[in-house]
């Protein structure tokens, strides 16, 4: 299944197909080498004889990232590279195939055995060939490889097969929502979107729009997205797991300010075109949900996603004005440029409402999340025990995450003379930690919960790597649905 979406563009480029044998007409055979006592050529049933001769004559070396192409017995084959032998683990075989992914031009279809695990290698083919054009002329747009991968006849293998496909999926339909420009994706736009995603993968949906914010005292939704006139809109996703009215395991929020000039504070103009990745943590959770519920996830999960546009208007927040959160609490707004909090605050309170054992929260929050920890690792906050487990799962899957600390000399910080909370706290000092702590005064206190900062490694703004591609990257699809399979376990 790949999903139907009323987007502009989509970015996939390889197609993946099962198999339990190496079919009889194989098209291009794509071969794993390392490096170590020199070259290395791991055993598969498509090494051909005297591979690894050609290629040390043509001088591959088996580095991470290194892909030859030879011509051997008429047929084509691609080497790529693990690096060394030593070293080799998931992520590097995830990274190799997503940088052979990238070198596959001009190939129509080829084959590839799994012994080195078919998981990364799903993931990293699928992610790895990711490549979005938007609305270039259509010469521009990269011909679709289909990719047949060997894992033998055990159900178990097939088993893993699809699922890799699926969280690959999500994370490809994350992309493709991230990297959409701002005038094709508004919360009204977005919000069918994600009512055509639930119809696809059994979910139930709700869109609230601002008439039903108003009436319910959605005030952070409200305050950021009055400038705009496209008005906000509050999306309930639903996935039952088999549990039918029973408790929430997990409750998904994520934000999506589906472009953010800063409002009244208003951001600099270079690089504001970036901006259209502001929404990456609610397209992170509608990824999620969805792989849930295609995988079948026996657990109640719910998301709570908040849309809005900041835009600066006559109608628009004035910095010093004072709103008042769904469930009472007041903030002082003393920066309209630090509106992903509103939102995502509102969208807490009422998800904490129900009673979630846990409650995982993304957002591309703060710039201080790169000061602290570059654009490659997101900070993760949270109570103590469940913070610290999201943060190694999002290691262990390839989504690099640090846990980082709620402080408490921060309180004092929060306090306003006008309201109960104030937004910012005019400082340079751990700026994302203190976003983390307003988002803490909207979690109920039974509520396990984790905010993940993903501002760098949502999108981004350097060269592909690995099975990473320039501009959105879908960071942190694979981190939220490992950590819904545990919870259900």
Sequence with gaps: MTFEVSLPARGTTVEVQFAAEVPADPGAVLVPVSS??????????????????????????????????LL???????????????????????RAAGALARSLSGVEHATITAELGIRPIVEGLLLGGYS??????????????????????EPAAREEFERA???????????????????????????????????????????????????????????????SVRPPRLVHLVWNGGKEGGPVTAALVGKGITFDTG????????????????????????????????LGIPARVEAWLPLAENMPSGSATHPGDVITHYGGLTSEVLNTDAEGRLVLADAIARASEDSP??????????????????????????????????????????????????????NEDLKSPVADIRNVHNSRN???????????????????????????????????????????????VRTIVETLLALAE
Excluded at 40 to 47: D, G, K, M
Excluded at 72 to 88: E, H, K, Q, Y
Excluded at 376 to 398: K, L, P, Y
Excluded at 442 to 448: I, L
């Design 132 to 153: 979005y054009t938007g609305l270039k002329s259509p010469e521009s747009t990269p011909e679709k490889v289909r990719i047949t991968v060997v894992g033998g006849d």
């Design 263 to 294: 409002g009244i504070s208003l951001k600099p103009a270079p690089q504001m075109e970036d901006m259209i990745s502001d929404m990456g943590g609610s397209a992170a959770q509608l990824g999620a949900i969805a792989a849930a519920a295609r």
């Design 72 to 94: 051997i017995d008429d047929r084509l084959t691609l080497s790529f590279g693990l690096g060394n032998s030593d070293d080799i683990d998931e992520e590097a075989v995830r």
């Design 165 to 227: 496909v699926i969280v690959a999926e999500s994370t490809l339909l994350t992309r493709d929502l991230v990297n959409t420009p701002a005038n094709f994706l508004y919360p009204e736009s977005y919000a069918r979107v994600m009512e055509e995603v639930a119809g696809q993968c059994g979910l139930d949906v709700e869109v609230y729009d601002e008439e039903y914010l108003e009436a319910n005292s959605y005030g952070g939704i409200l305050a950021v997205g009055k400038g």
């Design 357 to 410: 054992a846990y409650l995982i929260e993304t957002a591309t929050l703060t710039g201080a999340q790169m000061v602290a920890l570059g654009t490659r690792t997101m900070g993760v906050m949270g109570s103590d025990e469940f913070r610290d487990r999201v943060a190694e799962i999002g290691r262990e899957v390839g989504e690099n995450a640090w846990a980082m600390p709620l402080l408490e000399e921060q």
């Design 36 to 69: 170590g006592d020199g070259l290395e050529l791991p055993v598969t049933a498509l090494s051909a004889r005297g591979l690894l001769e050609s290629l040390e004559a043509v001088g591959a070396k088996g580095a991470a990232g290194e892909v030859t192409r």
């Design 430 to 476: 751990g700026g994302m930690l203190y976003a983390g702590l307003y988002l803490s005064r909207f979690v109920h206190e039974d509520t396990e919960w984790v905010h993940m900062d993903v501002a760098g490694p949502a999108w981004n703004t350097g060269g592909a790597h690995g099975y990473t591609p320039k501009r959105a990257t879908g960071t942190p």
